[in-house]
T-cell receptor, first 114, second 116 residues
Framework: AQSVTQLGSHVSVSEGALVLLRCNYSSSVPPYLFWYVQYPNQGLQLLLKYTTGATLVKGINGFEAEFKKSETSFHLTKPSAHMSDAAEYFCAVSGLEYGNKLVFGAGTILRVKS | DTGVSQDPRHKITKRGQNVTFRCDPISEHNRLYWYRQTLGQGPEFLTYFQNEAQLEKSRLLSDRFSAERPKGSFSTLEIQRTEQGDSAMYLC??????????????FGEGSRLTVL
């Protein structure tokens, strides 16, 4: 079965440090790729997406992600963490091999230390 | 507020009871999705509608689960004879025509079900 793997269920960084959340997918055809964020007691919000074109994608709140076909990866980064970034982050994919619906990874909880 | 709305936000019920959740999508969105999210897991697809037609159901959707979207607007998700394993957050999402296949979904805040 096609899947999405997020390495690390919990990531802890200091305020101002680099944020790196990892996502790998399994698909023979590059899918559409997404990062969603979920704050406590809220719904999922789209951070950024890759469909076609430029492989470095910029999203909201200073986040960006790079699609690397050779590594089947779509890691999420932010140069400098802010306390307000503390949330759960989900990588997701869609496309023909996923039945044209959104398939999510298990999520990574980001903790930001002051 | 023109986002996706879900009701109720929280439901506590006893095992064996029936529960129903409602989702109102963004008005111009023709696709509507239901997902289930349990602790420590990402959302899992349950079913989706395009207008009033239910186009796909996951194997997760047992015969105790039924979803409807009678007029292509709001949708309901009913769980009959609830079991403790049904305890989860039920998420509804909608998408704009043409956006659905690229996966950009707009999510509601979810309906949390606790089965005692």
């Amino acid at each position: 079965a096609q899947s999405v793997t997020q390495l690390g269920s919990h990531v802890s960084v200091s305020e101002g440090a680099l944020v790196l959340l990892r996502c790998n997918y399994s698909s023979s055809v590059p899918p559409y790729l997404f990062w969603y964020v979920q704050y406590p007691n809220q719904g999922l919000q789209l951070l950024l997406k890759y469909t076609t074109g430029a492989t470095l994608v910029k999203g909201i709140n200073g986040f960006e992600a790079e699609f690397k076909k050779s590594e089947t990866s779509f890691h999420l980064t932010k140069p400098s963490a802010h306390m307000s970034d503390a949330a759960e982050y989900f990588c997701a994919v869609s496309g023909l091999e996923y039945g044209n619906k959104l398939v999510f990874g298990a999520g990574t909880i980001l903790r930001v230390k002051s | 507020d023109t986002g996706v709305s879900q009701d109720p936000r929280h439901k506590i019920t006893k095992r064996g009871q029936n529960v129903t959740f409602r989702c109102d999508p963004i008005s111009e969105h023709n696709r509507l999705y239901w997902y289930r999210q349990t602790l420590g897991q990402g959302p899992e697809f349950l079913t989706y509608f395009q207008n009033e037609a239910q186009l796909e159901k996951s194997r997760l959707l047992s015969d105790r689960f039924s979803a409807e979207r009678p007029k292509g607007s709001f949708s309901t998700l009913e769980i009959q004879r609830t079991e403790q394993g049904d305890s989860a957050m039920y998420l509804c999402a909608s998408s704009h025509p043409g956006q659905g296949d690229t996966g950009e979904l707009f999510f509601g805040e979810g309906s949390r079900l606790t089965v005692l």
